[in-house]
Structure formats: C-alpha cells, structure tokens
C-alpha cells in the first residue's frame, strides 16, 4: 500500500492543503494499490500563482537556455525506464507493449520540442512589419488517464519550448505514473515554478483552472463533454483552449486491399490501448463483397489475441482501467445487442479466468449499420463495428457521417487512389496502409473532436501570442 501525500509546487513537494483521498484501484486484480491525497482549490491557487511568477523570467529565457532544460528532463526519465513501464501496467493497465511505445514517445517529445527550437524563428517579417511570437502565460495542462505521462511529456515539452510556465492537473486515477515523472522532473532542476502539479478531481482543481484569470491557455485531452465545459468557463476570461477530444475512426479499406494484411492491421488499429484511445479505429468500412472474407480474417485474427495481464509481454489486450469503465463498456455492448447488430466474436462478461480484473472479451460486430450507437458514440474499450458498403463514395460517406473527425484510416494497394481517399476525410490525421506517428505533424480534430492543433510549429504556435510592431516611416 502506498500513500502519495504530496504535490508539487514552485519547485517544491509540498502537503496540499486537500483533505480527501482518492483510493488507487489495480485493475487488473481490483485490489487497492494505494492512495492519494487530493488538492483543492487553494493548492490551485498556490500553484497558479507560482507559475505566474516564474513567467516574469522565463517568458524571457534565451532558446539555447530551454533547449538545455529539454535535454536535462529527457536525461532524468531515461534513467527509469522500468520503472516507467511497470508504473503504467500496474496502476492504468496498459499492456507492456503499449506502455513501452508510450516511453518511447515520451522521450521523442522532448526530441521534437528541441528540434522545433533549432528551426523555429520567434521573430517573423509579415508584410513591411516585425511579428514577434512571445509565449502566451500560465498554461493549464489538463490530462486523461489512457497515456498520463505520454501527455505530460507532449504538452510540458511544447510549452517549456514556448517560454510558458504551467499548471498540470493530470488524472487522479494515474498517481502514481504522477508521482515518478514529477521525481524525475524535479530532478531535471528547472527554475522554481515553471512546472506545478496538483493531483485533484475535475471539478475541483480543473474548475479553478478553466476560471482562473491568470491562466492565459488550456490545453486538454480527453471526452468531448468534458471539453465542452473546459471551453464554456475559459471564454469568460478569453482563454486560448486546445482540446484534443474524442473520436470514432473510420477505417476504410478498399477493395483492392492485400485483406490478410489489412485486417490484423485493423484490428490493432480497433485495440489499441485495450481500446482506450480517442484514435482507435473502431468503425471498420468494409467493401459488402469483401465481407465474407473478412469475417473469416478477423475471427482468425483476434483468436490470437492474448487478453491478460497486462505485464505479460504478449499480451495484447488488458483490463479497462476501472469498474466503472468496464460496466460502461458492458452497456454499449448490450446496446448493440439491442439494435440488431450481430456479433462475429466477444460479447458480454469476462474472459474465463479473468474474472478478477476488469477485462473484456475482445467484441466485433457485423450487420452494423452507421446510425446505431455503436457505430456513432465513443465507447472506449475494445469494440468494433464492421459497416459494409457498396461503392468508394459511399465508404467516404458513411465515414464522414459522424459529429467526430479525429483520425481515420484507409487501405489501398494503389497508393495514389488511398491518398485521394484519404484527403476526402474529414479527419485530423488519416493514416494511410499503417499507424504511425509524425511528432512534426499536426495533430488535432475536426468538428467536435476538438480546436486547435498540437505537435509540430503548429503546435508551439498554439502557445504563443503574435504581437505586430507597425513602425511609420
């Protein structure tokens, strides 16, 4: 059992004046893991205020000095790799393979922050007049639980890169993946203040964030409703917001796919983070002639899917990370039931043997049409909905119809129709015959998964405000 009682404030661990705690669930096992003490407002307070402070300097610091502390954190997490790694699989239940790609790109975060600064001109000529781009103010971090520390890393980076100072309210369910990057963090020695961390609920220490008059910027990743509300309380004072929000991906695959290599692919795009992530490709566009086949290739493939415990290196799938979150997962499940929907493989109640943890027997649907709720709403755990179509505009329609467009997929043998398909999606990213991640590229969502942009110059412009200086002559 273990206790976190404290948060981190100017350059400081520091007992928050919060009185709650909020007990540490395994899910895999559902035993208690531990505790932590919650934050509340005037912790907020506090470490909004030394972030404000520390602005005053390092809005001012020179682009060597940032890139230094750059490499200064990336050097204190690359030396507790394991620890990273087992932190992940025990408290969020992110598999070993998941969580050792989330480490990996914790560390190209700061690799990106520092190459941007290496090529990024902080002062532009725009017309007959200098456009300087200084960093916006305190930003507020605000973080979900599927990748806490990936998230930390992405955003820290950027806005360390930016000249900002922060406010990071991480998820109260990942502290201790909390607690191990503010050691390293610390460790990294940068000036007092320009980090804080206040381990608390939402509507707590979120709310003070998203009010707050001396927080410039928000950027938050996690449900869209939630986000709905960050942006409802930021207007009132103006906030920047980058809100990185939920998704249902559509997966396209042509008719002309290799359909052994397209559906494994599928299916790893479907699963990903034991189907906790807002990219997941959970809406599978099939070509009606193609169905048969496929049906074939995905009962084959998911039997090979190890679900388990997630510190097995081969599993693919683990628990959800909450009671909460499997029952959810339970219900839309049923809800496919309910509308007609037929399930290939999975289906309701826990794999035999894993009735301890949270887990879910990996569930694909066919005869899914786009207007069932499984089709159209974010269910965050490993469920996917095969939709056959007739023709390629039909696919690109029946993608295109959602209130989401965070990412989506296509799979082509001819590279040139996948690309022309893929820049008919209204989606942030389209990944085309793979996943992969470009940390210079964009990334963001289209209609209600989210505003704004994060990675790349876009990304770093995202915390920084331009300011034209027009000289008569």
């Known amino acids: 059992m273990k206790t976190i009682d404290k948060i981190y404030i100017n350059g400081e661990f520091t007992t928050p004046k919060g009185t709650e705690y909020f007990d540490l669930i395994s899910p895999t096992t559902n035993k208690t893991l531990g505790k932590v003490l919650l934050g509340n407002t005037e912790d907020t307070q506090k470490a909004i205020e030394a972030a404000k402070n520390a602005f005053k300097t390092f809005s001012k610091t020179t682009t060597s000095e940032r890139i230094q502390h750059l490499k200064n954190i990336k050097s204190s997490i690359e030396k507790r790799k394991d620890d990273f790694i087992n932190v992940m699989t025990e408290e969020y239940g992110g598999t070993f393979q998941f969580a050792s790609v989330s480490y990996d790109y914790m560390l190209k975060s700061f690799d990106s922050a520092i190459n941007l600064l290496n090529n990024y001109s902080f002062i532009k000529t725009m017309g007959e007049s200098e456009v300087q781009m200084p960093p916006i103010g305190v930003v507020g971090i605000i973080i979900p639980w599927n990748s806490s520390n990936g998230f930390i890393c992405s955003k820290l980076s950027t806005a360390i890169a930016a000249g900002c100072t922060t406010v990071i309210k991480p998820s109260e369910m990942s502290a201790q993946q909390t607690q191990l990057i503010t050691e390293c963090l610390h460790e990294a020695n940068l000036p007092k203040g320009v980090f804080n961390i206040v381990n608390g609920l939402g509507e707590i220490v979120g709310a003070e964030i998203s009010r707050n008059p001396d927080i410039s910027k928000i950027s938050f990743t996690g449900s869209t409703n939630v986000g709905k509300i960050i942006a409802k309380e930021a207007i009132n004072t103006m906030k920047r917001v980058t809100l990185e929000l939920g998704g249902k991906s559509p997966n396209i695959i042509l008719d002309d796919a290799d359909f052994s290599k397209a ?78 929907a037929e399930i290939l493989t999975g289906g309701l109640g826990k794999p035999e043997g894993l009735e301890n943890g949270n887990f879910i027997k990996p569930t694909v649907f066919i005869n899914v049409n786009n207007q069932m709720r499984i ?89 920084l405000e331009p300011r034209a200086l027009i000289q008569q002559k």
Not at 271 to 291: D, S, V, Y
Not at 322 to 335: F, H, T
Not at 384 to 390: D, P
């Open 263 to 340: 559906i494994p692919l599928a299916m790893g795009a479907a699963f990903m983070n034991n189907g906790q992530a807002c990219i997941a490709g959970t809406r599978l566009l099939i070509p009606e002639n193609k169905l048969e086949e496929t049906k074939l290739l995905i009962k084959e493939t998911v039997s090979h899917l190890i679900v388990g415990d997630p510190k097995n290196q081969n599993t693919a799938i683990g628990p959800m990370v909450s009671i909460k979150q499997y029952n959810r997962v339970q219900e839309y499940i049923q809800a496919g039931i309910n509308e007609g």
């Open 375 to 463: 089709a159209r709403e974010e269910i965050f755990g490993p469920v996917l909905s095969v939709i056959a179509y007739k023709t390629e505009e039909e696919a690109i329609e029946i993608a295109n119809d959602t209130t989401y467009g965070l990412q989506a997929y296509v799979n082509s043998s001819d590279s040139e129709r996948a690309h022309k398909v893929a820049s008919q999606i209204n989606a942030g990213r389209v990944q085309i015959n793979g996943i992969g991640h470009d940390p210079m590229a964009p990334f963001g969502g289209f209609k209600q998964s989210g505003i704004g942009r994060e990675f790349g110059t876009l990304g770093l412009e995202a915390y």
